[in-house]
């Protein structure tokens, strides 16, 4: 009798320097996105009939006729049960990349987030088509020119992976490929993605993975010689795997949604450079498949299907299937680096470029926001201090408006290293955005910084004009 494949005895994926491997074979993830709700876990056991459903082949636009081989999802709850639903996608030869943070994130310190890291390790490592652990997604996000490089970040998302894996060394029957997805924002990411996979491999990322919604409007030259511009910027110093943990482009923006990409990004056909000069590169030398994203639509407009499962018209979920199914097999020639060394004039490498002292000079500014919900009439303060980076800062009270009230000005000392807005929601006050570094020493007489707040809990970006 032959053995069902389940979550124990699927063979689990490994790494060979720059390729993803299954077995002896080369592998790369022909992926889709799917959460089909926030900060509510997808894979538990209670979705056991949803994801049955997802899995038969009677389903039109379900998981087994889209011939993927690998799903993402973004948050999950580590005190659930996994078991069921984990066998039923081993046994559709379908690998899960799950999200290992939620409302919990780096931002949080060590003692909070390798918490999260941990529980959520002592409930996966244990399936073997768990892909990896993403333990962080866009984190790095500069906003408007640039004004939050998030200099820190990587030396913080290092140090998670770095616990992590000495972690499951030590507690888990194997040990799980950690990664963490980028924006493409190419000026401070590609930087970024450096300083990830750099250095030692206890604490570089095992797999990088970069959020890449390229593709978009404009000729078919265009669209390959945006992908060889990305390609050529990690050829030759991604010494682990990089691929794509979101891909596509907003059908809103680019209609129909054809998936013309995927040809390049499995190496059917060589990328060649817009401009025409340069030599044409095999894109998956260097980038190992990808997620597309997303399955559901959500209000932004990126979903191939609706949340009762219908086809979007224009939106790829027919054109998904035929390009996925003409992937049989693919090979490619990886690199052989071994490690890259890390770039001591990177300032991701580096990590201290964020300067500790405040303004030099008292400044007059407008304070404003852009708050639109919950709604208008919560109280908003902007405080400001002179040690940011302590352990408890000592905050003051600059001024106290509501939102999307009156704009009002105010002038912050000398010293000033930290300007944070809060908003009172239910009584409680949450950080809507925090301005310090260098986007705070920019600031002049004149400007308005102009404060939001994301839902649900916060951490938006305070806009300096």
Known sequence: MTQSINSSNITPITISNNLFMCGTDQWAPKGICYQPTDFVDPI??????TIQDLLKTTTTYGFANMKINAIRVYQVDPAKDHTKVMNALAAAGIYVLVGAVDHTTVHDGPTVYNARLKAVADEFCKYQ????????????????????PGYDIPT??????????????KNCTRTV??????????????????AYMCGNASERLDFLGYNCERWAGGTLA????????????????????????????????????????????????????QSG????INMADVVSGGFAFRYYERNAGWGMLTTSGDEIPNHGAKSIITEYSKIK???????????APCDKNNPYVKGSAIPTSGLPSAVKVTLTNSITTPATGRNIKFNYTSNVNAANPTWLEAVSIIANGPSTTFTFPAGTNGISMIYEVDSKWDQGCQLKGQALLRLADGDTIQGNWMSPNGNGNCSIS
């Open 329 to 339: 097999s693919f090979s490619s020639t990886g690199n052989t680096m071994g490690t």
């Open 129 to 148: 088509n768990v892909l990896g652990f993403s333990i962080g997604n866009e984190t790095i996000d500069p906003g408007k020119e640039g004004q939050n």
């Open 177 to 194: 490929p950690v990664t963490a997805a980028l924006r493409d924002d190419p000026d401070f990411t590609i930087p970024a993605a450096k």
């Open 277 to 280: 000069s340069g030599s044409p």
């Open 156 to 169: 913080k998302i290092r140090a998670g992976a770095k616990y992590l894996k000495a972690y499951m060394a």
């Open 222 to 273: 265009a669209k390959v010689g945006a992908y060889y511009t990305l390609t050529k910027a990690f050829e030759g110093s991604n010494p682990v795997p990089i691929t794509f943990t979101e891909m596509g482009s907003n059908p809103r923006a680019v209609s129909p949604r054809t998936w013309q990409q995927v040809d390049y990004l499995y190496g059917g056909t060589k990328l060649t450079p």
């Open 44 to 49: 538990s056991d209670n979705n056991l009939t």
